[in-house]
């Protein structure tokens, strides 16, 4: 079925009576070519462009519980490319450009919003730190404008700018930036995967690898083994659990990190703001809750919880950058596994059993990359070459020493 306003108002005068689930809930087939574990933004999206753009068949995502209950569910919706250094730029501007097409490709309405993102500046140094990084964005073809504090102003003028310990300088602000439905990209990339013949199959958990020579054939799972040519693992926040059965030991930790969502407001942010002295981000949905989040609790757990020391600071960080927001009431907070690798940046390889593929080490970041992550693994899966914007994102660049420290904050992943 295409969507379309036509579609809407047809079953609008007929009782909404023709519209179908999004995707089948079909049973597994006792083998396929393509496996992939992990039904989060990145495995639906690999299988999505595995079947599309790659053309591949006998397809099957494999998800232990249902579509949207990780970490695709549960972020904060943010989308940029405000990255800096030149592993990272390309890719994240390739995701940046997928998602600009990505409803009219999905034909889904994803709530794509580019309302644009404004780092905040609140000393000299991270003025020419930010110029820096804006200047690597606008060489790699994204956009950037680095603002004066009085255009910050013009944009948000309740923002506290004279606080005397972190006084607003001005800020970097990436336009093209936003955010969507994290969601409606979940279910927007399954569909558009089931209608292209992929098998998306819930409540199943893979439990095991089957290893011959050096080589996988096959999962096993909570629903009886399947064979497998070959089988891409995107399990995120589960990533060192499920490669440990593959008897991999991998450059991650696993670190929850919290989301909080006030009551409904009438619009006061337009866009996203990132506080520059201390991990805080805010935005507002569609809703009117104002969404936000700060640092990681700090220590390792598969927990999807949170503890009251992050919420404490992150309620600081919000009351240092706009006091206002003292007035609002928090409605729901939750938390999600981070897979955080040992640089802050991914990670899209084969690995040393041929036929299997590790797609993880997103951290706290890879909503964003959720359409150039799919793509590049798909890329990856199917023509056994890494693409180009993610050649750099290697298994092996730890031992080489060939870091993407991004964050310059050195092997410390709760750091990044
Ligand atoms: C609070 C919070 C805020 C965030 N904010 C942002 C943001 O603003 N912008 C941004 O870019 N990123 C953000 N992120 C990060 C982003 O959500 C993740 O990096 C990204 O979603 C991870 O990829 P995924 O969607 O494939 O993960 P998931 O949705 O977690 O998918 C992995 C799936 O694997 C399944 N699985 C695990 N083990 C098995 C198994 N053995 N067998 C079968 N299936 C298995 C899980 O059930 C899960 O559904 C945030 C994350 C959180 C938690």
Redesign the pocket.
């Known amino acids: 079925m295409k969507y379309s306003g036509f579609r809407v108002v047809a079953e609008a005068l007929f009782g909404h009576k023709g519209w179908k689930p999004l995707w089948r809930d079909p049973d597994p087939k006792p083998a396929y070519d393509f496996v992939i574990?992990?039904?989060?933004?990145?495995?639906l999206a690999t299988a999505y462009y595995l079947a599309k753009t790659f053309a591949e068949k006998r397809i099957a995502v494999?998800?232990?519980?249902w579509l949207g209950?990780?970490?695709?569910?549960?972020?904060?919706?943010?989308?940029r490319s405000n990255y800096l250094l030149p592993g990272n730029e390309p890719f994240y501007e390739f995701s940046m450009k997928l998602w600009e097409g990505l409803e009219q490709d999905l034909n889904f309405n994803a709530m794509v919003s580019q309302r644009g993102i404004l780092n905040l500046i609140h000393s000299d140094a991270q003025r020419d730190a930010y110029r820096r990084r804006g200047n690597a964005m606008l060489l790699a073809g994204a956009d950037a404008q680095l603002l004066d504090r009085e255009a910050v102003r013009r944009m948000y003028p309740y923002l506290n700018f004279d606080n005397a310990r972190f006084p607003i300088k001005g800020g970097l602000l990436q336009a093209r930036a936003g955010t969507a439905r994290h969601d409606g990209v979940a279910w927007g990339y399954a569909r558009g995967a089931d209608l292209r013949g992929v098998d998306i199959i819930q409540n199943?958990?893979?439990?095991g690898f089957q290893i011959e020579g050096g080589k996988v054939v096959g999962v096993e799972t909570s629903r009886g083994p399947i064979k497998a040519k070959k089988c891409g693992v995107?399990?995120?926040?589960?990533s060192s659990?499920?490669m440990e059965k593959a008897g991999m030991r991998l450059p991650i930790e696993s670190h929850v990190?919290?989301?909080f969502v006030s009551e409904g407001l009438k619009p006061t942010i337009n866009g996203v703001i990132t506080f520059g002295a201390g991990h805080f981000y805010i935005s507002q949905s569609d809703k009117g809750g104002l969404v936000f989040?700060g640092d990681l609790d700090g220590y390792n757990t598969y927990a999807q919880r949170g503890n009251l020391p992050v919420v404490e600071d992150v309620a600081r960080c919000g009351m240092a950058l706009m006091p206002a927001i003292g007035r609002a009431r928090l409605l729901r907070n939750?938390?999600?596994i981070?897979d955080m690798s040992m640089d802050g940046s991914p990670i899209i390889d084969r690995t040393p059993i041929e036929g299997l593929y590790f797609n993880g080490g997103?951290?706290?970041?890879?909503?964003?990359?959720?359409p150039a992550s799919g793509y590049a693994f798909a890329h990856l899966l199917s023509t056994d070459a890494p693409h180009p914007t993610a050649a750099a994102y290697r298994l092996d660049r730890f031992a080489r020493g060939y870091l993407i420290d991004e964050k310059g904050a050195g092997a410390q992943p709760n750091l990044h």
């Open positions: 574990v992990g039904g989060g933004g990145h495995g494999l998800e232990k519980r209950s990780g970490n695709i569910g549960r972020n904060t919706t943010i989308i199943c958990e893979v439990t995107c399990v995120a926040g589960s659990r499920v990190i919290q989301a989040g939750w938390g999600g981070m997103w951290c706290y970041g890879g909503f964003k990359a959720t």
